[in-house]
């Protein structure tokens, strides 16, 4: 073996002595031009939920017109460019065999392929994949590298639902128990901010979580995404969601408590969110 160490080799140990500083990073709402400022420009968003799932997510045993094969979605996906919808999501889950039972059989699509199959198929409407971010665990070092190649390939309308997983079931599948509800916040937002600081680190990035068990040693991700980073949702409800939606995220996607008139949903919010 060589005595001499090569240059990257010898940049990767320098860097793991050194304790990372944290650096801004930009909402894609922060650059005029991005796909994401022009639609939050706009008074409203209108969005399409995508059936990948047997029979769309919803509870009823009565015949189906949708479908939740890739080429029924893909349709619908352009289509809904075509008529000028703002953006398409799709949830996800992790179940054993046979789903929740009942029309709730299982039969799916993942989330963040279908989406990122589309990206190339698309021009202007915004993707958004839910990411259940916990789970694996993934490492940030893929999870970075992924999006922000979808980002690219998207230029710019790669949207992340954030969750973390609230069925035991989906959790004991990844072969470990449920995590408690807020200190599985507490570790989406390291992984949160090891993803946020390999998209907009100029530098290998070093990083030791104190609850999560990945690491970051001299870490550096490219492509940085177009646009400060991808668009960021989250799906939730409860306090400690919000407020990881209020620090994290560009929107938050809740449903009411109080019914669809908007001043009545606002005031029925946690204080945090309706501010
Ligand atoms: C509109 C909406 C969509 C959601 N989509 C998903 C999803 O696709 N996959 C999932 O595992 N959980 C999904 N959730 C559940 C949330 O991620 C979260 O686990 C749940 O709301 C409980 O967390 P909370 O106590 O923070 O609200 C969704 C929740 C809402 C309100």
Known sequence: ????????????????????????????????????????????????????????????TLPRTTDWSFDYNADLVLK???????????????????????????????????????????????????????????????FAKFTATLDHISRGRWGINIVTGHRAVEHEMFGWNRIEHDRRYEMAAEFVDAVQQLWAQRDNFTFEPELSSWKLNGAFVTPKPRYGRPLLINATGSDAGIEFAARYSDVVFITSPAGPDIDRALEALPAHAAA
């Open 80 to 142: 809904a460019e075509s008529l000028g919808f703002d953006l398409v999501f799709a949830l996800s889950q992790w179940l054993p065999k046979g789903g929740y039972g009942g029309v709730f059989n299982g039969e799916a699509l993942d989330s963040f392929m279908t989406l990122a199959a589309l990206t190339a198929r698309t021009e202007r409407i915004i993707l958004a994949a839910t990411s259940h971010v916990l789970y694996g665990p993934w490492h940030p070092l893929h």
């Open 1 to 60: 073996m060589s005595e001499t160490t090569h240059p990257a080799y010898a940049e990767v140990q320098a860097s793991q002595s050194r304790a990372s500083a944290f650096v801004e990073v930009a909402s894609p709402a922060q650059f005029p031009d991005s796909p994401v400022s022009r639609v939050f420009a706009q008074p409203l968003m209108l969005g399409l939920f995508l059936p990948i799932q047997a029979g769309g997510w919803s509870a009823s």
